[in-house]
């Protein structure tokens, strides 16, 4: 069974700080998923890694394969970044179906 | 384009009632799943489908059933409903077999008193 660890658990912000947060895990995959959900709302799928490293806008997602791990950075916060993160990872071969997901980082950013 | 639409929204049951949340999308995905979200705890699948026709047991089956009624449908069923069941439920959809991107249901809160 895949362990998908996130790091930290909270974090608090102001506007504009550069945020990092972090994703290990212990059984190979084929794909890792950032996700983001906003207090009380849906969760919004952010990217969708297997290697390297994807930016969209603010955001941008890492991913070392070797070492297990995904950072999701975010620049120049805004409060309107506050959301829980989650990080998801994807079995391989036969178990791809299958999202291990972890249990989420709290990200509060104060104007 | 509506995505992944799930409902209802909110629902209260008493113990030992049933009830079904429906789930349909519409980007042609073959794969959905069902996942339960609990405080402190990561989503966890409930039952998913990889195709129209089939299903199979995710990591919390116990207390549900599925069906994927088909390519669009995917309804998730509380037969005798319990208050262990009380939990946010979330459908989600991908293409790709497995692959692809995750797209979610925006929820049903569901209460069991």
Not at chain 1, 38 to 60: T, Y
Not at chain 2, 36 to 54: H, K, V
């Amino acid at each position: 069974k895949n362990e998908v660890e996130q790091s930290p658990q909270n974090l608090t912000a102001q506007e504009g700080e550069f945020i990092t947060i972090n994703c290990s895990y212990s059984v190979g995959i084929s794909a890792l998923h950032w996700l983001q959900q906003h207090p009380g709302g849906g969760i919004v799928s952010l990217f969708m890694l297997s290697s390297g490293k994807k930016k969209h806008g603010r955001l941008i997602a890492t991913i070392n394969i070797q070492e297990k791990h995904s950072s999701l950075h975010i620049t120049a916060s805004h409060p309107r970044d506050s959301a829980v993160y989650i990080c998801a990872v994807r079995g391989s071969g036969g178990s791809n179906y299958k999202l291990t997901f972890g249990k989420g980082t709290l990200l509060t950013v104060n104007p | 384009n509506a995505g992944v639409t799930q409902t209802p929204k909110f629902q209260v049951l008493k113990t030992g009632q049933s009830m079904t949340l429906q789930c349909a999308q519409d980007m042609n995905h073959n794969s959905m799943y069902w996942y339960r979200q609990d405080p402190g705890m990561g989503l966890r699948l409930i039952y998913y489908s990889a195709s129209e026709g089939t299903t199979d047991k995710g990591e919390v089956p116990n207390g549900y059933n599925v069906s994927r009624l088909n390519k669009r449908e995917f309804s998730l069923r509380l037969e005798s409903a319990a208050p262990s069941q009380t939990s946010v439920y979330f459908c989600a959809s991908s293409g790709q077999a497995n692959t692809g991107e995750l797209f979610f249901g925006e929820g049903s809160r569901l209460t069991v008193l």
